[in-house]
């Protein structure tokens, strides 16, 4: 199997670094415009070779870990070059259902949209995990539109990564997203940016602890990537956030009106979120 992976940073690094000791794959080729990561990617031995996009035409599969505005543009590009019948196209897209309504017509079968829910606050091609992927979940969307060769072929990708597989419509998981992932990222920018208002460097710097710390982490995250993250799932991201806030009042009015008893048995509930994730 020829492997072709367009976007060299953590995702897709990381991917071509796994699929390159875990996988059956005889070639990874890198797409990237990104003239650093080329170097970067190709020293650290992620990928065999860096190839321009018109040669991805050899490749059997096709990754797309680039953000969603750029797997747009690559599905039209793909759409034009005369791909094999059963070339593989496995979009890393954040969000799904823009991605699948937007993939042309004549490639549809060829596309297997997926969602790997990984990934750290770093990017580019040094951030590169072996082991990033490794008993993650990765989202497969809208699979009935995909072809049956097109989805054995990333199953059996994504198996052999040891990733535990869910199937979900795109629309589904574009609102599920919202409250899990995306929201989150807003409000860790939103706390960053509030404590950035009020206090100086040298009190952050001597009183951020743990909590501060974790919460505050997201907002790391590339903004560039995050924008259009935002900007494809608006209406879902505005709902969870109307939630997160219908929830803040609620702790604002109990904390106003020294209701703490009412306060705690809303803690309590809260703690019951962390029985799930275990």
Known sequence: MRLGVVGLGLM??????????????????????????????????????????????????????????????????????????????IDFGSTKEEIVKRCPPNIRK????SHPMTGTEFSGPKSALYNLYENKIMVMCDIEESGIHQTNVALGLFEQLKMNIKIMSSSEHDRHAAFISHMPHIVSYSLANSVLKQEDKEHIVALAAGGFKSM???????????????ESNQEN?????????????????MIKKGQYKKLYKWMKKGNKLHSILK
């Open 12 to 89: 897709g690094g990381s991917f071509a670094l796994a699929c390159k000791l875990f996988c059956d794959v005889k070639e990874i080729y890198g797409v990237d415009n990104n003239k650093k990561h080329q170097k970067e990617a190709l020293k650290l031995n992620l990928v065999n070779k860096i190839i321009e996009f018109e040669e991805l035409v050899k490749c059997d599969v096709i990754v797309l870990a680039i953000p969603i505005c750029g797997i747009i543009e690559a599905l039209e590009k793909l759409s034009k070059l005369s791909l094999p019948e059963n070339t593989t196209i």
């Open 110 to 113: 060829n596309l297997v949209a």
């Open 216 to 230: 505050s982490r997201l907002a790391k995250s590339n903004p560039t990537m995050w924008k259009e993250i935002f």
């Open 237 to 253: 991201l505005l709902d969870s956030i109307d939630e997160f806030q219908k929830e803040l009042k609620k702790a604002k009015k």
